[in-house]
């Protein structure tokens, strides 16, 4: 019998408000997608190589707002690193370091948030 991977939240949160409670359970299904295995594409998930390897976005129009959650799939877990509200066209630099630093704590650490 196969398990769920588990979650593990890096940074961010997925909460009423600010999403609508639609796009709580949007998420809160897609994650779960992905904690079965399930392999995501566009448009509800794009990949994001420049953070790394195995990271994607998953993409929730809420009404009139964007939703970001970063993730990446490891063999043994569904690692996120952020949730934002996308407020322009190109993910900011400063948001994609941040991603990368967070990851590369997450795996020094042993795999520990």
């Given at each position: ?6 979650l ?10 600010p999403l ?5 359970i ?19 998930s ?17 009404h ?42 997450y795996?020094h650490d042993?795999?520990s948030?």
């Open positions: 019998m196969r398990t769920d991977k588990p593990v939240w890096l940074h961010g949160q997925v909460k009423t408000p609508s409670q639609d796009a709580r949007e998420i809160g299904m897609l994650l779960r997608r992905l904690q079965r295995g399930e392999v995501l594409a566009m448009p509800v794009r990949p994001m190589p420049t953070i790394g390897p195995r990271c994607h976005e998953l993409r929730i129009t809420d009139r707002r964007e939703w970001r959650l970063i993730y990446r799939v490891d063999t043994d877990a569904i690692v996120v690193a952020d949730v934002i509200a996308k407020t322009t066209q190109k993910t900011p630099a400063r948001l994609l370091e941040q991603c990368r630093q967070r990851f590369a704590r795996d042993g795999g948030p």
